[in-house]
Structure formats: structure tokens, C-alpha cells
């Protein structure tokens, strides 16, 4: 049973030292969530991170994926004031339990930083063009007619968005940049998603008519996958970096990314004072 889980993993997460302070404190943020409905941010600046540091986030090789060093600029009552609290432990390989002055928050890592990964890239083409990372051996793949046709037409467009795809031959393409904020994941797969998504719409306006459909494309093969097992360290991190993040609450498909159980539904749901 789902509560009988959590009990027993904020249990196992209380016997074990609380993690380290981490980077920055984040900028102020209002959570407004029940656990039966939506939260909401307010509009604020997006975090100053730049688009080279994400690129660990799309790796596979079980390397850190946040830099979560200890800073000591951060004090005990910045500490107190985070929205979305103290990370204590790691559900199931796809929630992140954290504590805070309301009681028990749950996210969904996955879902909070497709969000997070979608923010910064839409961030970077507003600015210019997503910036690219050459690789040293083109990627190769067999390809079909509509996906040959689709990488001639919208090569343009494909390196607004940081993609360099070319024929080799009638039946192979072959990737020769990928993003840098997604370096380290399979470029092949992501060239085959943003290929079809481009094939859905005219060359003249792909850019503006497809935009939250790439990006949201692009952020979901960047976020971390579902049972990465994550130190204290980079569930703090990840909470620090949706304070900051425009529209946390929700991922790119309208999925919420985490829930508040305050501590009177966690002592109803055991009884607590009855």
C-alpha cells in the first residue's frame, strides 16, 4: 500500500544524517498544492545556470547529476525557508521524498526535470540557437524515405536546434552535432524523435509552430530516467532547481511533479490524536 510505503521510507530516510548544504539558495517561491489538486509558481526569473552544466543530465553512466558541493554561504535559516524542503530519501526509483515546514513533499524526478531541462532550452533558442556539440564520430542510422526528405528540408531548422543531420547515402543519415545540454544519450533515438516531429509541419514556420512540441521532445529524452539512484546531495539539488524553474508544478504534458501531505493528513491517515 502507497502509504505504508511512504511510512516506512521517511522512516528509513530519519535513522540516516541529513545531507549537506548544497548549491545557492533558491529564490522565493509560494507552493500552493493540495494533494488532490494542482500547485502553482509564481512568475519569476529563470535560474543563471547555463546550458553546458546540463550537460551531464542526459548521461547514462552513473555519474553524478547535479554539482551539489557544499556551500557555505548557505545558512541554517535559507535552509528552513526552502519551499520545497529537505530531500530524505529516494522512493522507488521515481520519487523524491523531502521534508518541509508543512510536512512530507513528494516529487516525481523524472516529471520535475523534463520540466526543468524544457525551461532552459526554450531559454537558449529564445536567445539564439540551442548551442551545439560537435561529436567526433557522425552517428549513423538506417533511415526511411520521409525521414532522408524531412532531415534536406529542415536542415536550417535543425541546427536552430542544434541537430546537424545529413545523408550519407539514399538510406542512411548520419548526426555529426547533437545539443550540448543533452550530450551523453542516445543520439540516434533523439534524432529519430525530433525528425518526426518536424515532419509534421511546413519548413517556413517549424520554428514557431512547433517549438513547445521539439523542445518538449528534446527535454524528455534530457531528463533523468526513472530508477537512477540519486545521493541526498542531487535530490537537493533537483528541489533547488525546480524553486527556480518556471512552471515546476507541472511537466510538459500538464503532469503534476509533486504533492504536499501536510503533517494533520499524515497523522489522520495513522489515527494521530483520535
Given at each position: 500500500e502507497v502509504h505504508q510505503a511512504v511510512k516506512r521510507a521517511v522512516e528509513t530516510a530519519l535513522a540516516v544524517p541529513q545531507a549537506g548544504d548544497v548549491i545557492g539558495a533558491a529564490a522565493p517561491l509560494t507552493p500552493a498544492l493540495s494533494p488532490a489538486g494542482r500547485g502553482s509558481y509564481a512568475e519569476r526569473a529563470q535560474g543563471s545556470?547555463?546550458?553546458?552544466?546540463?550537460?551531464?543530465?542526459?548521461?547514462?553512466?552513473?555519474?553524478?547529476?547535479?554539482d551539489a558541493r557544499p556551500v557555505a554561504s548557505v545558512d541554517q535559516s535559507s535552509r528552513d525557508?526552502?519551499?520545497l524542503g529537505r530531500a530524505i530519501a529516494q522512493l522507488a526509483g521515481i520519487y523524491v521524498l523531502a521534508e518541509n515546514a508543512q510536512g512530507l513533499v513528494i516529487v516525481d524526478m523524472h516529471a520535475a526535470h523534463e520540466r526543468i531541462v524544457y525551461e532552459r532550452l526554450k531559454a537558449s533558442l529564445v536567445a539564439a540557437t540551442i548551442e551545439a556539440q560537435p561529436l567526433l564520430i557522425p552517428a549513423t542510422f538506417s533511415a526511411t524515405p520521409q525521414e532522408i526528405a524531412t532531415a534536406e528540408a529542415q536542415a536550417a531548422n535543425l541546427r536552430t536546434l542544434g541537430l546537424d543531420i545529413s545523408a550519407l547515402s539514399a538510406r542512411v543519415l548520419a548526426v555529426r552535432s547533437r545539443p550540448a545540454a543533452l550530450a551523453?544519450?542516445?543520439?540516434?533515438?533523439?534524432?529519430?524523435?525530433?525528425?518526426?516531429?518536424?515532419?509534421?509541419?511546413?519548413?517556413?514556420?517549424?520554428?514557431?509552430?512547433?517549438?513547445?512540441?521539439i523542445l518538449s521532445t528534446m527535454a524528455c529524452h534530457g531528463a533523468?530516467?526513472?530508477?537512477?539512484?540519486?545521493?541526498?546531495?542531487?535530490?537537493?539539488?533537483?528541489?533547488?532547481?525546480?524553486?527556480?524553474?518556471?512552471?515546476?508544478?507541472?511537466?510538459?504534458?500538464?503532469?503534476?511533479?509533486?504533492?504536499?501531505?501536510?503533517?494533520?493528513?499524515?497523522?489522520?491517515?495513522?489515527?494521530?490524536?483520535r
Amino acid at each position: 500500500e502507497v502509504h505504508q510505503a511512504v511510512k516506512r521510507a521517511v522512516e528509513t530516510a530519519l535513522a540516516v544524517p541529513q545531507a549537506g548544504d548544497v548549491i545557492g539558495a533558491a529564490a522565493p517561491l509560494t507552493p500552493a498544492l493540495s494533494p488532490a489538486g494542482r500547485g502553482s509558481y509564481a512568475e519569476r526569473a529563470q535560474g543563471s545556470l547555463g546550458l553546458q552544466q546540463m550537460a551531464t543530465l542526459y548521461a547514462r553512466e552513473e555519474a553524478p547529476l547535479w554539482d551539489a558541493r557544499p556551500v557555505a554561504s548557505v545558512d541554517q535559516s535559507s535552509r528552513d525557508d526552502w519551499p520545497l524542503g529537505r530531500a530524505i530519501a529516494q522512493l522507488a526509483g521515481i520519487y523524491v521524498l523531502a521534508e518541509n515546514a508543512q510536512g512530507l513533499v513528494i516529487v516525481d524526478m523524472h516529471a520535475a526535470h523534463e520540466r526543468i531541462v524544457y525551461e532552459r532550452l526554450k531559454a537558449s533558442l529564445v536567445a539564439a540557437t540551442i548551442e551545439a556539440q560537435p561529436l567526433l564520430i557522425p552517428a549513423t542510422f538506417s533511415a526511411t524515405p520521409q525521414e532522408i526528405a524531412t532531415a534536406e528540408a529542415q536542415a536550417a531548422n535543425l541546427r536552430t536546434l542544434g541537430l546537424d543531420i545529413s545523408a550519407l547515402s539514399a538510406r542512411v543519415l548520419a548526426v555529426r552535432s547533437r545539443p550540448a545540454a543533452l550530450a551523453g544519450g542516445d543520439v540516434v533515438e533523439l534524432a529519430r524523435s525530433v525528425l518526426a516531429e518536424l515532419a509534421q509541419y511546413d519548413a517556413s514556420s517549424v520554428i514557431e509552430r512547433a517549438q513547445h512540441e521539439i523542445l518538449s521532445t528534446m527535454a524528455c529524452h534530457g531528463a533523468v530516467r526513472a530508477n537512477r539512484q540519486l545521493a541526498l546531495d542531487e535530490m537537493n539539488a533537483l528541489l533547488r532547481d525546480m524553486e527556480r524553474t518556471e512552471r515546476a508544478d507541472q511537466c510538459n504534458h500538464g503532469r503534476p511533479t509533486w504533492r504536499q501531505i501536510s503533517v494533520r493528513e499524515l497523522d489522520a491517515l495513522f489515527w494521530r490524536g483520535r
